[in-house]
């Protein structure tokens, strides 16, 4: 039995992680996102409720810490486990089902790395390459969110300026606290030997939406604008030199025994931005990426150019890590699709010099079903992720003029994924290949009607929709 914090109470979900049972229970999910060169975030408008937080946000360029593991090694999870709609979510870092919103917890007894007394569940920058940030101070740098938090023992830190690795120093540059009174802090550290110095900003009530945007600019300035206000600091001399890196999310500043006690911290957004001083930048993420025209085996894809002072000459259209089109145009069609098959997208800009813009938000879609005879369809698209898990749900259709009993639909499964349970059918399978028959109650199907029924299982690292759909 595997047991998931959701916010204050502790659910059970036995090795079907998908028992039938669950199909009634909201799951609290997860998401997140993050750019390493001019970064769009979504609007919390945009935001989808049912994907994991790689749905919402671009963490392509992001390494999570979460605060499970052995004494001095916290749990980590790449990029390259994040990113897409079916990407890693936990109790700790999740996608609020009420808003969209990239949700962190961590308690205060939560796994701590050998630095530091506190534990997390927070984003780490990376480069496209999947080494760790550290950028040269140089330059311009900003860290830009939109935040939220409902539950603070004392304070927490929601983003930070850190030195980078292989440096002298573990330290941050600067930290930006959230307390639970609504002040906002920004602690800049004194040296690389550690002392901080903390600077008031303004207060936010508690669980009101705030944006901030943290950076450092000219080799020597940190500024920090919150909710539209910006202040700058002198960096202190002794931090030329080192490398640097952001961090963001849900970096609880207490401590304690409690598994129950801790913070939660909610982003609607969130972007990275670096220029060298050259006035380089990436081109803005596409917006309104919408999925229309399905057939039985492809998909049309449409979607909005941003302008902005650096054009896109192309794009690229992403399922989950993997580039699947180019075009030159704001539209594309996905073909050789499997039919009946569900498939999420994600779409780039990229400039005359290759520089790559971030993700759009997701957009869903699912291949029409291939039929039996011209009698019956079927379409097959997944109505619940639980990060290790899924619910599929199936509409079969009856578009002949009399109505037909008897059926079954049969399907692969990728070999990572399972049937677990079902609703209003019955499954057999012979390896991944299965068969789900109507029960007595369901065996006819008025003419012009459909019938729909579901049926929940595992998955291994991301859910692969099911393959070599047909209804008979």
Same mark, same amino acid.
């Given at each position: 039995m595997a047991h998931y914090r959701i916010r204050g109470r502790t659910a059970g979900i036995g090795a079907g992680a998908l028992a039938l049972a669950l199909l009634a229970v909201p799951v609290i999910g997860v998401s997140m996102a993050g750019t390493a060169a001019a970064a769009g975030a979504p609007s919390a408008a945009t935001l989808n409720p049912n994907v994991a937080p790689g749905g919402n946000f671009d963490l392509s360029r992001w390494e999570l810490q979460l605060p499970i593991g052995s004494a001095g090694s916290p749990t980590t999870i790449l990029p390259s486990s994040l990113e897409g709609a079916n990407g890693f979510q936990d109790s700790y870092f999740f996608t609020d089902t009420t808003d969209g919103s990239m949700s962190f917890w961590d308690p205060e007894n939560?796994? =701590?790395? #050998?630095?530091?007394?506190?534990?997390?569940?927070?984003?780490?920058?990376?480069?496209?390459?999947?080494?760790?940030?550290?950028? *040269?101070?140089? %330059?311009?740098?900003?860290?830009?969110? !939109?935040?939220?938090?409902?539950?603070? #023992? &004392?304070?927490?830190?929601?983003?930070?300026?850190?030195?980078?690795?292989?440096?002298?120093?573990?330290?941050?540059?600067?930290?930006?606290?959230?307390?639970?009174?609504?002040?906002?802090?920004?602690?800049?550290?004194d040296s690389p030997s550690g002392g901080q110095t903390p600077h008031t900003i303004t207060s936010v009530p508690l669980g009101t939406q705030w944006s901030y945007v943290l950076g450092l600019s000219g080799g020597n300035t940190i500024n920090l604008t919150v909710n539209g206000t910006k202040?700058?600091?002198?960096? #202190?001399? *002794?931090? !030329?030199?080192?490398?640097?890196?952001?961090?963001?999310?849900?970096? &609880?500043?207490?401590?304690?025994?409690?598994? +129950?006690?801790? @913070?939660?911290?909610?982003?609607?957004? /969130?972007?990275?931005?670096?220029? !060298?001083?050259?006035?380089?930048?990436? #081109?803005?993420?596409?917006? %309104? /990426?919408? $999925?229309? %025209?399905?057939?039985?085996?492809?998909?049309?894809?449409?979607?909005?150019?941003?302008?902005? *002072?650096?054009? @896109?000459?192309?794009?690229?259209?992403?399922?989950?890590?993997?580039?699947? @089109?180019?075009?030159?145009? +704001?539209? =594309?069609?996905?073909?050789?699709?499997?039919?009946?098959?569900?498939?999420?997208?994600?779409?780039?800009?990229? &400039?005359?010099?290759?520089?790559?813009?971030?993700?759009?938000?997701?957009?869903?879609? =699912?291949?029409?079903?291939?039929?039996?005879? %011209?009698?019956?369809? $079927?379409?097959?698209?997944?109505?619940? &992720?639980?990060? $290790?898990?899924? !619910?599929?749900?199936?509409?079969?259709?009856?578009? =002949?003029?009399? @109505?037909?009993?008897?059926?079954?639909?049969q399907f692969d499964l990728d070999p990572s994924e399972n049937i677990e349970s079902s609703a209003n059918v019955t499954y057999t399978n012979s390896g991944n290949h299965y068969t789900l028959t109507n029960t007595s109650s369901d065996a006819t199907i008025p003419a012009g009607s459909t019938l729909t029924f579901q049926f929940s299982g595992d998955y291994g690292s991301s859910y692969i929709a099911p393959t070599n759909v047909a209804v008979s």
């Open positions: 939560g796994v =701590t790395t #050998p630095n530091s007394n506190y534990a997390r569940s927070e984003l780490r920058e990376m480069n496209a390459d999947g080494s760790a940030a550290n950028w *040269s101070i140089p %330059g311009t740098h900003t860290l830009s969110a !939109t935040v939220k938090s409902t539950e603070i #023992p &004392d304070h927490v830190c929601v983003g930070q300026i850190h030195l980078g690795q292989n440096s002298t120093s573990t330290k941050p540059l600067a930290e930006l606290y959230y307390y639970s009174n609504g002040q906002i802090v920004l602690g800049i550290e202040q700058s600091f002198a960096m #202190p001399s *002794s931090f !030329t030199g080192y490398p640097m890196y952001f961090k963001a999310g849900d970096y &609880d500043q207490s401590s304690g025994s409690s598994s +129950t006690v801790g @913070a939660a911290v909610q982003f609607y957004a /969130l972007s990275v931005y670096h220029s !060298t001083g050259g006035g380089s930048t990436a #081109p803005a993420t596409p917006s %309104g /990426l919408a $999925v229309s %025209g399905a057939t039985s085996s492809s998909l049309n894809l449409a979607w909005t150019e941003a302008n902005n *002072s650096d054009p @896109a000459v192309s794009y690229k259209v992403y399922e989950g890590s993997t580039v699947v @089109a180019t075009s030159t145009t +704001t539209s =594309t069609t996905i073909t050789g699709l499997a039919s009946g098959s569900s498939h999420t997208y994600t779409v780039t800009a990229v &400039d005359s010099a290759g520089v790559e813009s971030t993700r759009s938000a997701s957009a869903n879609g =699912t291949t029409s079903g291939s039929t039996g005879g %011209g009698n019956l369809s $079927v379409t097959i698209a997944k109505t619940k &992720d639980f990060g $290790v898990g899924y !619910t599929d749900t199936a509409t079969v259709t009856n578009s =002949t003029g009399s @109505a037909m009993t008897g059926w079954n639909v």
